[in-house]
C-alpha cells in the first residue's frame, strides 16, 4: 500500500483541519490504519486508528473527544478530524497501514504498521 497524506497547514488555537490520506493498491480496504504525529527531537506519537472494516477505532488520551479518524473504502482513502486544536497538537503528521490483512486487533504501535506517507505539517498558533 502506498500513502499519499494532505491537508495539513496553519491554524489558530481553537480551530479544525481535516487530514487525507490516499492509498494505492489492491488491499487497502483489509488494512487497518492509523495516524501518528512527530515533533522534532520526539518519538513519533501514536494519533488514532481504524479497523479495515471501519467499525472500530482507538484514540490517544490526548485527542480523544477532539479528533475523528474516517475512511472510506471505496475511495481507498482515511481522514483525520481535528477540532478544537491546541498549539500542542502542531507536529508532522503521518498515516499509516497495518502490515497484516484483515488483522483483528487494532495496531497501536508504530512497529504495527509497515506502510507510511510522507507526512503533512500541522502548525497551532496560541
Known amino acids: 500500500v502506498q500513502l499519499q497524506a494532505s491537508g495539513g497547514g496553519l491554524v489558530q488555537a481553537g480551530g479544525s483541519l481535516r487530514l487525507s490520506c490516499a492509498a494505492s493498491g489492491r488491499t487497502f480496504s483489509t488494512r487497518n490504519m492509523g495516524w501518528f504525529r512527530q515533533v522534532p527531537g520526539k518519538e513519533r506519537e501514536f494519533v488514532a486508528a481504524i479497523s479495515w472494516g471501519g467499525g472500530h477505532t482507538a484514540y490517544a488520551d490526548s485527542v480523544k473527544g477532539r479528533f475523528t479518524i474516517s475512511r472510506d473504502n471505496a475511495k481507498n482513502t482515511v481522514d483525520l478530524q481535528m477540532n478544537s486544536l491546541k498549539p500542542e497538537d502542531t507536529a508532522i503528521y503521518y498515516c499509516?497501514?497495518?502490515?497484516?490483512?484483515?488483522?483483528?486487533?487494532?495496531?497501536?504501535?508504530?512497529?504495527?504498521?509497515?506502510?507510511w506517507g510522507q507526512g503533512t505539517q500541522v502548525t497551532v498558533s496560541s
Open positions: 499509516a497501514a497495518d502490515r497484516r490483512n484483515s488483522a483483528y486487533y487494532l495496531p497501536l504501535v508504530s512497529a504495527d504498521f509497515g506502510s
